[in-house]
Each structure stands twice: as C-alpha cells, then as structure tokens.
C-alpha cells in the first residue's frame, strides 16, 4: 500500500527557534498534502492545503507566516514552524492524497494516506 | 462540508462485535463516507470508504442507508488490539481534492 513518511518523528526545541517537518509519499506521486495539528486529547485539525508547485491554501485561524509550507516536489512538502513556542507543541500530522491518472500507483477515490506525526516539544 | 457527529466513547469485551454509528444530516451528492483509526502517538490509518448501501473488507463492514443521512461502522470479534478512536468523516470526491475535516472521534476501549 501508499506510505508517507515524516521527518523527525520527535523534536524538542527552544522557544523562538524554527523547526522543519517533512513529509514524503514514498511510493506514489502526491500533488495534494495536508497537514494537520492535534493537541492531547482532542481531534485533527487541518491547518492548511499544500498543492505541488503552488502557494499552500490555509484554514481560517492559521497564520500562514507562522506554519511555512512548501511542496516543491510531487513526492516532498515541508512545513516550518517559524520562531515556535511552547503552545505550538502537538502532534503535526500530514497525508497525501494521490491523484488518479498519475503514473506509479493504483486509484483510491479520496483515501489520504498518513503519516506517522511528528511530536513536537516547544520548551 | 458535512459535519457529523459520533458517540465520544464505548466500551466492548473482546470477541464482541462493536458498531459505532456515526450521524451526518447534511451529507452532499458527492461526499463519501470515510472511516479511520488512530491509536495514540500515531497517524490515522483508512479503515473502510463507501458511498450508499454495504461495504465490507477484511477489517470491517461499513453500513449505508438509503438516505446516506448515517451510517455505521461494524467491527466483528474486536480484540484488545483495536482500542483505539475512531473517526467518522465525509468529504468530496477525490476530483474535489479530498478534504476531509475531522470531528471528534469515537474513543473504543475493548477490555479483556
């Protein structure tokens, strides 16, 4: 099946410092990834829409200048938590949905597959 | 995008067959019913997708009346290795884009 992958699984960093998180498809050529932000206890929240090639399309409440997002490739999209603080720590999750029509993989009508988050530690 | 709404918890022996029903009234022409499974600390993983009636895989059935207003996820003979949340979630079709928004989740806690 479709793996992503995410790196670093785990970070913890000082106040005022950026982190990058990456997200890869590993197998199959994604040109839509999302990335999502999950505190203790409660559910995904979708942050933003990132499309290869493109500007990153946010959720309303997420600042865009905060939660940098690149997909500069149809397998790789990053997202940098510029100058982090400690309510920024949670569980960031992407997914990558894969576009039918695209060589390298079977159709899945709108499954995303997931990564395995990356935990994020602000001190 | 349809919002729905599922139990916040249950509980289930194992062996036992575990149906959550999940209730989504302003589901679109185009959305499907997608269901996922998260355990702590990690990435949901797809469980089973369906559009109207009956769908059934290895893992679990998914049940869809005809008003697509609800639908119903069964898990048959749950072990202590399926305590996890689970999500209910309806989104467009993949030629929409595929976003999907998350509601709470059901929390399932299978006890021996």
């Known amino acids: 099946g479709a793996v992503v992958s995410q790196h670093p699984s785990r970070v913890i960093c000082k106040s005022g410092t950026s982190v990058k998180i990456e997200c890869r498809s590993l197998d199959f050529q994604a040109t839509t990834m999302f990335w999502y932000r999950q505190f203790p206890k409660q559910s995904l929240m979708l942050m933003a829409t990132s499309n290869e090639g493109s500007k990153a399309t946010y959720e309303q409440g997420v600042e865009k200048d905060k939660f940098l997002i690149n997909h500069a490739s149809l397998t790789l999209s990053t997202l940098t938590v510029t100058s982090a603080h400690p309510e920024d720590s949670s569980f960031y999750i992407c997914?990558?949905?894969?576009?039918?029509?695209?060589?390298?993989?079977?159709?899945?009508?709108?499954?995303?597959?997931f990564g395995p988050g990356t935990r994020l530690t602000v001190l | 995008l349809a919002k729905t709404t599922q139990p916040i918890s249950m509980d289930s022996y194992e062996g036992q067959e575990v149906n959550i029903t999940c209730s989504h009234n302003?589901?679109?022409?185009?959305?499907?019913i997608t269901w996922y499974q998260q355990f702590p600390s990690q990435g949901p993983r797809f469980i089973i997708q369906g559009y109207k009636t009956k769908v059934t895989n290895e893992v679990a059935s998914l049940f869809i009346p005809a008003d697509r207003k609800s639908s119903t996820l069964s898990l048959p003979r749950v072990s202590l290795s399926d305590t996890a949340v689970y999500y209910c979630l309806v989104g467009e079709s993949h030629n929409q884009g595929g976003k999907l928004i998350f509601g709470q989740g059901t929390e399932l806690s299978v006890k021996p």
């Open positions: 997914s990558a949905l894969e576009r039918p029509g695209l060589a390298g993989g079977p159709l899945s009508g709108n499954e995303q597959f």
């Open positions: 302003n589901i679109a022409t185009n959305d499907y």
